[in-house]
């Protein structure tokens, strides 16, 4: 039983089927890529997976230890709190809360106070509150990041915002983890260290992650599988090297016949 | 029936005026964003012009009316100028919270004894009330001439902002204000420009209101400014017919509950006015005419 | 731990000593009668401001309708004080009015609260509108049912248990409430929700069980000033709950700081005084509203941000600066 499957999963806007009888399977800790060309969908997919859209037809299946939950109508916190995380395309980090807060919200979602323990100040609160604190830093420490503590997210430099939004992500405890874009608008070298950091995240935390990404180096380098979009449809699946050989591939990206 | 019809043509006159308050709110809303809580009060200055022209200076009232509008344009324009402006780039419950304090400002110095006092003045019949016998129901001559005048000033509005080059910037300087600037649109001047128009239609509605209430004082326009607002939020805040269709809405729901047989119901009108809104938002949180804009992710 | 300890004794502190100071003006009869009510009404000023910007500043959710919630509590205080004329009676009321506010605000805030921006205000503002035309439409007095609200006439003679202790001590009350629950990690969500709520409900945050609870949060509050304010001043009209006192409320969140308890007490302190020597002085008391207005309209386009911004004075920050020893003033950032 793999980890999540997604069943003839449909989305339409208006006439628009912006996603179409896509079929997949993600199991447990693998790095699969998401590639296609703009607008072929793969946003529109991650919302739909992460309950930010309702599905118009299919359907999404997680599976936990053997116990499946159907996603299709669960809102995007139940899902979180599933274990699934994700990133965005355009960072949405929490810009006005400093670093350690937006990790702390996201260690939220699996360690809730007591609203009276927290306003009367019991010494649980207190406990609990540094033990928080505590994973938060351990967590920001394995990404070099334990210096930002105190800085607003807003006053981090591009680099480590994505880097951030991706913590905050991993501090949700997720099983399966979906990264946006994640080298959107990086220079080389920060692509670079980005691909390190996805490996790292993938051995250290056992996770499946599935990535969209428009820079092929990256994806061939580090995705073991790969689904390739167009138009809302899944025209080809596999590994990097067949991808690569893939002739509805190539024409989808260079266009027109070959 | 008869009552039925009756009600209606009470309904549209006082729904004319909340619409043409409610469109200048929307203007600006749609333009900069900002609730112009300063707008009732252009509104009661507008019938305080009106009165002076009248009564000072026994213009005719179609001149009395035009004049109030002129001025009250320059007044708009003013106020934009001095107190909206500077605060442009900051938030908006910054420039709403200033608004207010012109709302306040404007209030309290109409209330000086030098200038209107805070008593209530009788707005001089600068045309004589007649009922008219329309089939079955009486029409005041006042009441024909508030949705005639409307009517004219929407077909305007309309007119403007659809035909006109000041039109076409205002509409886009409402899409996408530095877009709008890159294509040499001055945005500064396209905003005077609304907050000129809207403030004209407003003074209208004060000017008439007057004549058909025969009162006016420095208070007079906290109410019906406040309607308006919700009559724009009705029909979907920043959209021209969606302000003319909360106003008229407005104004019948206000006419029926008022006129309505069930004991003890029209002193619960504005309650039921505000219930309705409230219902119309759950079903379309953007107004009735209001598009559902979906935040990209 | 023991940090912690010392951070909250030195705000008990600072709260026994404000108090203690008061007391003590007031016994060797330097502070008038007409100065109590300034600091009693401050004090009022104080817990509504809080209360509206823990819904507006820390949210982010535009509300409009605070003196809906406000009047609740002064109409539970001003009706079952007649029932019940006692001190306890008072208190009782007090719980009544909030329970009452609650249940109000859930009914009201489970559906509104997914309206946006100016629409929710706008949504609010209603309700609060609501609230105001059922209570003028109330029974003339408790014979006729328990809805005794006095109509337009309002209610007068109301005993007056509130006195600028007992605000005093409230106003501590809901402003440790309000600061713990911004403070705890529940109140993180909160802020993750104003900061951005796509963002919030993908870490797994319920945003519409938070906004709800800090809406609920901050309603019960004002029905708590309600009810001081019915009992201090001892007659209630229901046009003293419009939209007007929404705004005077809104004015002291914005002036404050939109995001900065600190600041909702510094505007609330400040633009009493301002009220109060605008009344008290004859030579410009005709022109109380203007200079008022002007002062709003200045305030605004000078300081956008509200006196403090979104800086509160934090304990822990001020004993790291003396420890330090930095010459540096005590108000720093969160």
Redesign the interface.
Known sequence: MPLLTVDRLTKNFGGLAAVSNVSIQLEENELVGLIGPNGAGKTTLFNLLTGVYEPSEGSVTFNENGKETLLNKMKPYAIADLGISRTFQNIRLFKDLTVLDNVLIGFNSKNKQGIFSSVLRLPSFYRQEAELKERSIELLKIFDMENELETLARNLPYGQQRRLEIIRALATQPKLLFLDEPAAGMNPQETAELTELIRKIHQEFGITIVLIEHDMSLVMDVCERLYVLEYGQLIAQGTPAEIKENKRVIQAYLGGEI | MENILQQLVNGLSLGSIYALIALGYTMVYGIIKLINFAHGEIYMLGAFIGYVFIQYFHLPFFVALVGAMICCAGIGVLIEFLAYRPLRGSTRIAALITAIGVSFLIQNVMKLRFFAGAEPRAFPQAIEQKMIEVGPIMVSNIQLLILGTTVVLMLGLQIIVMKTKMGKAMRAVSVDADAAMLMGISVNQTISFTFAIGSALAAAGGVMIGLYYNSIDPMMGVTPGLKAFVAAVFGGIGLIPGAALGGFSIGLIETFVSASSIEGLSAYKDAIVYFILIIVLLIKPTGLLGKNTKEKV | ?RK?LKY?LSWLLLAVAVYLGIFVLKSVGLLSGIVEDTLSLIGINVILAVGLNLI?GFSGQ?SLGHAGFMAIGAYATAIFTQIQSTYTGFLLSILIGVGITIVVALVVGI??L???G??L???T???A??IR??I??GKDDLSQGIFATGGAAGVFGIVDYANWEVIYIFMVLTTI?IA??IH??????V??IR??E??????????TKVKV?AFVLGAATASIAGSLHASYIQTIVPGDFG?MKS?DI??IV??GG?GSLTGSFVAAILLGILNHVLRNVQAIS??R??V???A??II??FK???LLG?KELSMKKLFQRIGKGGKENASVDR
């Open positions: 731990m912690n909250n507006i535009f559906p509104t997914r309206l946006k100016d629409y205000a706008i949504a503002l209603g309700i509108e609501i035309i059922l003028v439409n409430i713990n629950f705890s990690s529940t109140g993180r969500t802020l993750s900061e951005d796509i963002a919030a409900e993908a870490m797994g945050v319920n945003s609870l939209f705004v809104l004015i914005v002036f939109i005709d022109y509203m203007i008022y207005a002007l709003l309209i605004m386009i956008p941000g509200g979104k």
